[in-house]
């Protein structure tokens, strides 16, 4: 499974971004789907999450809820992040990640398959 994620940048406060992440190599909709942020010296955080089947379930951190949201574009193999209200504390480089269970979709350890990551920065 092969993980290509894309839509970071740099924007100020109150802007929007949304990131893309393409699943190739293996069946899409056998994957929970989830992205994590990280910052130098912490470790990966959950940011939202969403079960492996048509017309998944969607799953949000806390510090996220209300401004970012997830879906998953089946036949494009593609799940989206659209991001607003973005604030400075949202800075970090994003991941997008594949899961074959979506029981678990906030722990970063169930996760098998990784993209290369895209970096988000927020000015204030």
């Known amino acids: 499974v092969q993980l290509q994620a894309s839509g970071g940048g740099l924007v100020q406060a109150g802007d929007s971004l949304r990131l893309s992440c393409v699943v190739s190599g293996r069946t899409f909709s056998d994957y929970g789907m989830g992205w994590f942020r990280q910052t130098p010296g912490k470790e990966r955080e959950f940011v939202a999450g969403i079960t492996g089947w048509i017309g998944g379930s969607t799953y949000y951190a806390n510090f996220v809820k209300g401004r970012f949201t997830l879906s998953r574009d089946t036949a494009k193999n593609t799940v989206h992040l659209q991001m607003n209200s973005l604030q400075p504390e949202d800075t970090a480089v994003y991941y997008c990640?594949?899961?074959?269970?979506?029981?678990?979709?906030?722990?970063?350890?169930?996760?098998?398959?990784w993209g290369q990551g895209t970096q988000v920065t927020v000015s204030s």
């Open positions: 990640g594949a899961t074959p269970t979506s029981r678990y979709l906030c722990f970063a350890a169930k996760y098998n398959y």
